[in-house]
């Protein structure tokens, strides 16, 4: 077992993220000391696949030592570099030309960021100068989706939709709406594609005729909402939504901080239906989870006006680390393993990974199965007939959790009985094909 002198300091000193303290101090922390490949060791000596890739990030795998020697290489050279006062470095200057070559349409800008949470914060003082710029200042009420997530900090964590991030918060504003999910499975439409899409658009244009169409200043989406139970919309839901933005002025804006760099398949998400957003957040599969980074990539009408807009005078948005040299570096060698066999691997390990899933579908446990590429979901019901939830006072999420546990798989165990899959997108047949098999003995276990 580890150490009990590491558990106690954790203890006594580490508050973790997105947790009960009071739970975690009486579970205690699983350390983990290493990872190769989608393998990660814990501090017992324990492996596990790492069917989460960390958190939705590690998409290139543990231990690419080309990534350690392009940071390493570049630690050496010039550590930091600020990019305020006119200045750059080599590397985040390649990187964003680079980018701008692959992105959607003419998302030609980019603005980095440390991570996702501030991608989109970023975002949200853009579109406020933006909106001020084109002298629309009373375009200041912001539109979102349920089950939807958009990051930690105090502005995104409004845009957010799960309760935890809420309550206890004062959140959300008062100029931050929401609009139903179009999650399939438990929607009130039923679950036909065309339903959903005319639901969720008849949802958004009543909701932007109650705040008054003059006020809305953007919609922001994710191509498959992630930390809401990986709830994937019908083809043509993006686009359909898409177009509305563009016919009513709104600025659409999609977060793919967790569909970006492969993760779905392509790139960006986006592109599978020819979505071009004004704005596009990404994160995590930027730098696989290596360094922190994102990026806010912002289309040229936007760019232009927020220019224009403010011609002489400094536009006051930047952090110390916006496009650090190190993570930059690492963002560039990430790259070019993704166009080098990593996007192609994903591809056909995502296809393996949906048909296994769709294999447990007979499970007893199972009501539905959904993903795309290297994104997937289970939803556990305790009677599939009428689709009801595993009950949450049983804290299925963290016995589930304990079981794929030691049986040798990390996943990732939403409260209300959803099981989460994002595993490395350079996963072997045999590893996919372990997830797949480790989640049927803990069905079975679990039952
Ligand atoms: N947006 C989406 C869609 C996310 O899934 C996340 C994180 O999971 C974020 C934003 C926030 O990113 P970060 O945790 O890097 O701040």
Not at 19 to 47: M, N
Not at 111 to 140: H, Q
Request: with cysteine; charged share 20%.
């Amino acid at each position: 077992m580890y150490s009990n002198s590491l558990i106690e300091l954790d203890r006594a000193h580490l508050i973790h993220p997105v947790a009960s303290y009071r739970s975690h101090e009486k579970h205690g922390v699983r350390v983990l000391a290493s990872a190769k490949g989608a393998t990660v060791t814990d501090a017992s000596g324990k492996q596990l696949i790492d069917g989460f890739a960390g958190l939705w990030c590690v998409n290139a795998g543990y231990g690419h030592d080309s990534i350690v020697e392009a940071a390493a290489r570049q630690m050496r050279e010039l550590p930091y570099a600020t990019a305020y006062f006119g200045l750059g470095s080599e590397p985040a200057i390649r990187l964003a030309g680079e980018l701008a070559d692959r992105t959607p349409g003419n998302l030609n800008h980019v603005y980095f960021t440390l991570g996702g949470s501030d991608a989109v914060d970023s975002t949200v003082r853009f579109i406020r100068y933006y909106w001020n710029a084109r002298g629309r200042p009373e375009r200041d009420q912001f539109i979102s989706v349920e089950q939807g997530y958009h990051g930690s900090s105090t502005v995104g964590a409004g845009l957010t939709a799960l309760p935890a991030f809420h309550a206890g918060f004062g959140l959300p504003f008062d100029w931050q709406h929401k609009i139903p999910s179009h999650y399939a499975y438990r929607n009130p439409v039923g679950d036909s594609p065309q339903a959903i899409i005319e639901a969720s658009l008849a949802a958004l244009k009543s909701k932007v005729k109650a705040i008054g169409p003059e006020r809305v200043a953007a919609f922001y989406v994710e191509p498959i909402q992630g930390s809401g139970g990986v709830l994937v919309p019908p083809k043509g839901w993006l686009k359909a939504m898409r177009e509305f933005c563009r016919e009513h002025d709104i600025l659409f804006v999609a977060d793919e901080v967790i569909t970006g760099f492969g993760r779905t398949g392509p790139l960006f998400a986006c592109s599978e239906e020819g979505v071009v957003p004004d704005f596009m957040t990404t994160a995590k599969g930027l730098t696989s989870g290596y360094v922190p980074m994102g990026a806010v990539f912002m289309a040229d009408h936007v760019y232009e006006t927020i220019a224009e807009g403010a011609g002489a005078a400094a536009i006051g948005h930047g952090y110390t680390y916006s496009a650090h040299p190190v993570s930059a570096a690492v963002g560039l060698e990430v790259l070019k393993l993704y166009e080098n066999g990593l996007l192609d691997n994903g591809i056909k390990a995502g296809k393996r990974l949906m048909q296994g899933l769709e294999s447990l579908r007979n499970h007893p446990l199972v009501g539905d199965v959904r993903g795309r590429g290297m994104l997937a979901a289970i939803e556990l019901v305790v009677d599939k007939a009428n689709r009801t939830p595993l009950p949450a006072s049983a804290d299925p999420a963290r016995r589930i959790f304990d079981r794929a546990w030691e049986n040798g798989l990390v996943i990732r165990a939403f409260a209300n009985g959803i099981l989460g899959y994002a595993p490395p997108l350079c996963c072997t047949d045999a590893e996919i094909d372990a997830i797949v098999e480790r989640t049927r003995l803990t069905l079975d276990e679990t039952l």
